[in-house]
């Protein structure tokens, strides 16, 4: 009889030590997960690629120069290569060089920030603002007080990729 006590209070334990190891297994396959997305490319699927088409062909035109965040080169390039070959698909003067930038001042860019200098350079970034957020990226505005491009150009600025 106490033998028999003693296997059962033994597989009840071990059942105890089982369901523990499985919800540590569940947390760190959860945690795995978060990972791997926050290290994925941004994603850019045809649907939104053509409805961000689709909000840029009545859009004002202009000349755009698009910059990277060099903190998350991998993904915040590539993003940025594919707006490049959009806009320049869309009609926009693109400028030829793309550099990336770097934030000392501030928290890191997360998302797109579109940054103007004068009125023309407004009523392209406004488009390009109302385009991105047509699909769901919020892309902040800002104003330019360098003379890093000509007064006209906008500056598209290419975060890191937003949490999801």
């Known amino acids: 009889?106490?033998?028999?006590?003693?296997?059962?209070?033994?597989?009840?334990?071990?059942?105890?030590?089982?369901?523990?190891?499985?919800?540590?297994?569940?947390?760190?396959?959860t945690i795995i997960t978060a990972l791997q997305q926050a290290q994925a490319p941004w994603p850019f699927p045809e649907a939104k690629k053509q409805e961000f088409i689709a909000h840029l062909q009545d859009a004002p035109k202009g000349r755009v120069a698009i910059e990277y965040i060099r903190s998350d080169e991998v993904r915040s390039r590539d993003f940025a290569v594919r707006i490049r070959d959009i806009l320049k698909e869309c009609g926009y003067e693109v400028w030829g060089y793309m550099p990336a930038f770097e934030q000392a001042d501030a928290p890191p860019l997360v998302g797109v920030q579109i940054i103007v200098k004068n009125r023309q350079a407004e009523i392209v970034g406004g488009g390009l603002q109302r385009a991105f957020q047509a699909i769901g990226i919020d892309a902040k505005d800002a104003h330019r007080t360098n003379n890093n491009y000509e007064d006209d150009f906008v500056v598209v600025w290419i975060g890191m990729k937003p949490p999801q």
């Open 1 to 29: 009889m106490v033998s028999g006590l003693f296997i059962f209070v033994g597989l009840h334990v071990a059942r105890n030590d089982r369901d523990a190891a499985y919800r540590k297994a569940q947390e760190s396959k």
